[in-house]
């Protein structure tokens, strides 16, 4: 009888903690804050450096974490004409050298994960590979990224150096030539996804 109280007890704490364990890694679904977030594109020109903010985002992050974190989903899609230097000049030579016309979005979308390094109980290290888009041409590229777990949030932080020329696109020129982009750009990143 004895024996047998026992046995529940102990069958029943294995299932707690079964179930307890399962939903520490289980995953969790989140989405980009888009007030919340930061992404811009830095880049030259003859004159000047110049910054584009982006000001309509979106996306989605399906992640576990237990003893390691496991993203098996990462997408962000950034509306192309949503892009803003704070001069309408700018802005409009930027967009018809994206097509925006045709090519409405820029994407990225994870298609694996390289690495995983734990820098703390709520911080990780992540180099990801990725399929990004921009103005119609797919490029399959590596990126350095910190996660941040806070509460209900998980914040990404990044950057990614390239060539407008690898996207098919040729630097903007305004004033009639006489002020050339740079084909060197950079874009930076602080997204803040939240538990769905």
């Not at 179930?19 to 811009?40: C, H, R, T």
């Not at 509460?151 to 696109?169: H, N, Q």
Request: no cysteine; glycine share 6%; charged share 20%.
């Amino acid at each position: 009888m004895n024996n047998s109280i026992k046995s529940k007890v102990f069958f029943l704490a294995l299932l707690v903690s079964s179930l307890f364990s399962f939903q520490i890694a289980s995953s969790q679904n989140y989405v980009l804050n888009n007030s919340s977030s930061v992404l811009e594109v830095h880049g030259t020109s003859s004159l000047h450096d110049w910054t584009l903010e982006t000001e309509k985002q979106s996306g989605k992050l399906v992640m576990a974490v237990s003893e390691t974190l496991e993203i098996s989903t990462l997408t962000i899609t950034v509306e192309a004409e949503s892009l803003k230097s704070g001069k309408s000049s700018m802005d409009n030579n930027t967009y018809e050298a994206l097509n925006t016309d045709d090519h409405k979005t820029m994407n990225f979308n994870l298609t694996s994960v390289k690495q995983v390094d734990k820098l703390s109980d709520h911080s990780f290290k992540v180099s990801a590979s990725g399929k990004m888009t921009i103005s119609g041409v797919s490029k399959t590229i590596t990126i350095g990224v910190t996660v941040k777990l806070e509460a209900d949030k998980v914040l990404l932080e990044g950057e990614k150096s390239f060539k407008m020329t690898d996207f098919g696109i040729d630097p903007p020129k305004a004033l009639l030539g006489t002020i050339k982009t740079g084909d060197d750009i950079k874009i930076t990143f602080n997204s803040v996804f939240e538990k769905k």
